[in-house]
C-alpha cells in the first residue's frame, strides 16, 4: 500500500497499481495525473461518496475497489472508463445505479450488501460479464435483459427480496456457479437442533488454518482431542448469509468426501454461530487456487501441478459422488472449484466451503435446472484437472473423462448428465 504523502509529491507517477486506504473523503485529483500507467486502483476502506467528472481520464484503468466507503450511488462516469473490467463497490450505501454507470467491457461486476432495489437494463449491453455478485441488497427483480450475458458463469443473488428464480436463467449456457439463498422463493433452511454443542470455555483455539469470507476456521484442543472450529463472522459475503452456509454443512449429512461435523458451538463471547469438525490430517492440501483477477472464473494452478491419472480417478468419482448426495437433500453447493477441494497424494478428497450453498426444492421445476447448472461447474474442475496432468492423452481413460467433460459442460443446459449419472460413468 502506498501513502498519500507519496502520490502527492508526485513520487507515484508511471505505477501500475495503486492502493490508498488513510480516510479519504475526497478523491485526489493527482490519481488522475497517473491516466499513462495506472491499471489497478484500490481505495476500499475510507469515506468517499463520489468520483470527479473527468475520472474516465483514467484511459488504462482495468480494475476499480471502492469497497467499504459511503456511495450512495454507482458513479456515472464508470460507464464512460474505455478499459474498465472489474468494478467493486461491497458494502457502501448504493441504492441507485443508473443506465448509464456500468461500462459495455465489465467482466466482474461486486455489488455486494448495499441498498439496490433495482438493476438497470443496461448490464444486458455488457456482454464480456462473467461474475456478477449482488448478493445483499435489496432486490425484487433482475433484468430479463441479462439473458444477453452469454458469457456469464458465476452469479451471486442470496439475501435479497427475489420472489422467483429468473426463468431467463436457462438461457445462459456458460452460467456454472449459482447462490441465491436468503430470499423469499429459495427453500427454507431446515434447523438441526440435535447436535451435540460444545462449550466455547472448553475450547482451547490454536493457529489458524484458513480464513475465507464467511469465517475462521482454527486448529483448537478440547478434552485433549485435536480438532477444527469455524466461527462465522455473522455478516453478509459475497456468497451470501453466514446462517445459510452453516445449516448446510449441518444438512448434509455423512460422505467420505465431506469433512465430518462433530457439533455446534455455545456459549461464545460475542454470541457467534461456529461448527467444531474433525481436524483434517495436514498431508492434505489445496487442489487448486482462486481465480485471479485475470482468469476471473475460473481457478488457476502452479506451474508445477501434475495430477497422476489415479489421483484424477479418485477426485473425479469422490466429487461426483458427494455432489449427487448433496443434490439429492436439495442442496446447491454453489461454489464447486478446485480451490474449495482438499486432496492427498494418493487422490483422496475433501469437498468443502458451503458458503454459497443454497437449498431448493427437490420437487420445483426449477431442480433439474439448478443441479445442472452445477454440473457444468464439475466440468470445469474436471478440465482443470485434464489440463494439469502429462498423462497420455490418447489413454483410454483420459479419453472417457474428456467426454465427460465435454457432456458436463455442453451449451444445453438441461442436455448435461445429472451427477448420479456421472457417478455411474465413473464405476
Not at 462473467?130 to 430479463?144: C, D, E, H, M, S
Request: net charge negative; hydrophobic share 40%; with cysteine.
Amino acid at each position: 500500500m502506498q501513502t498519500i504523502q507519496q502520490l502527492l509529491s508526485g513520487e507515484l507517477i508511471g505505477i501500475k497499481h495503486l492502493k490508498l486506504s488513510c480516510n479519504l473523503t475526497e478523491f485526489p485529483l493527482e490519481i488522475l495525473d497517473l491516466a499513462d500507467s495506472l491499471e489497478i486502483l484500490d481505495l476500499s476502506h475510507n469515506k468517499l461518496s463520489s468520483l470527479p467528472p473527468n475520472f474516465d481520464k483514467l484511459s488504462k484503468l482495468k480494475i476499480a475497489f471502492f469497497s467499504d466507503n459511503l456511495f450512495t450511488e454507482l458513479p456515472e462516469v464508470l460507464g464512460k472508463c474505455q478499459s474498465l473490467e472489474m468494478i467493486g463497490f461491497k458494502s457502501n450505501q448504493i441504492k441507485t445505479v443508473s443506465e448509464n454507470a456500468l461500462p459495455k467491457t465489465t467482466r466482474w461486476l461486486i455489488l455486494t450488501n448495499n441498498q439496490i432495489e433495482v438493476i438497470p437494463a443496461s448490464i444486458g449491453n455488457c456482454f464480456p460479464l462473467q461474475k456478477l455478485a449482488l448478493a445483499g441488497n435489496k432486490l425484487k427483480t433482475l433484468p430479463v435483459e441479462l439473458a444477453n450475458c452469454k458469457n456469464l458463469e458465476l452469479i451471486r443473488i442470496s439475501a435479497n427480496l427475489l420472489t422467483k428464480l429468473p426463468h431467463w436463467i436457462e438461457q445462459l449456457p456458460k452460467l456454472s456457479w449459482i447462490a441465491f439463498a436468503g430470499n423469499p422463493f429459495s427453500e427454507k433452511e431446515q434447523i438441526t437442533n440435535n447436535l451435540h454443542q460444545f462449550d466455547w470455555n472448553e475450547i482451547a483455539l490454536k493457529e489458524i488454518l484458513g480464513q475465507g469470507a464467511s469465517g475462521i476456521i482454527s486448529k483448537a484442543e478440547m478434552n485433549n482431542k485435536k480438532i477444527a472450529v469455524k466461527v462465522f463472522k455473522g455478516e453478509v459475503t459475497s456468497d451470501g448469509l453466514p446462517l445459510s452456509e452453516m445449516n448446510a454443512c449441518l444438512q448434509a449429512g455423512e460422505h467420505p468426501n465431506l469433512i465430518p461435523i462433530l457439533g455446534k458451538i455455545k456459549n461464545h463471547p460475542e454470541n457467534k454461530d461456529g461448527l467444531v469438525m474433525e481436524l483434517i490430517s495436514p498431508n492434505y492440501k489445496n487442489l487448486g487456487n482462486p481465480p485471479s483477477l485475470e482468469s476471473c472464473s475460473r481457478d488457476v494452478f502452479n506451474a508445477d501441478t501434475n495430477f497422476t491419472l489415479n489421483q484424477i480417478i479418485s477426485i473425479a468419482k469422490g466429487i461426483a459422488s458427494v455432489s449427487a448426495q448433496l443434490h439429492s437433500k436439495g442442496i446447491n453447493h454453489g461454489d464447486l472449484y478446485a480451490h474449495n477441494i482438499l486432496y492427498n497424494e494418493n487422490g483422496d478428497n475433501l469437498f468443502g466451503d458451503f458458503g454459497a450453498a443454497t437449498f431448493y426444492n427437490k420437487e420445483s421445476k426449477e431442480a433439474e435446472l439448478i443441479e445442472k447448472i452445477e454440473v457444468r461447474a464439475y466440468g470445469c474442475m474436471l478440465d482443470d484437472l485434464l489440463m494439469n496432468t502429462n498423462t497420455d492423452k490418447h489413454d483410454t481413460t483420459i479419453k472417457i473423462l474428456e467426454e465427460i467433460k465435454d457432456n458436463c459442460m455442453q451449451e444445453n443446459i438441461l442436455a448435461r448428465p445429472n451427477f448420479y449419472s456421472i457417478c455411474k460413468q465413473l464405476l
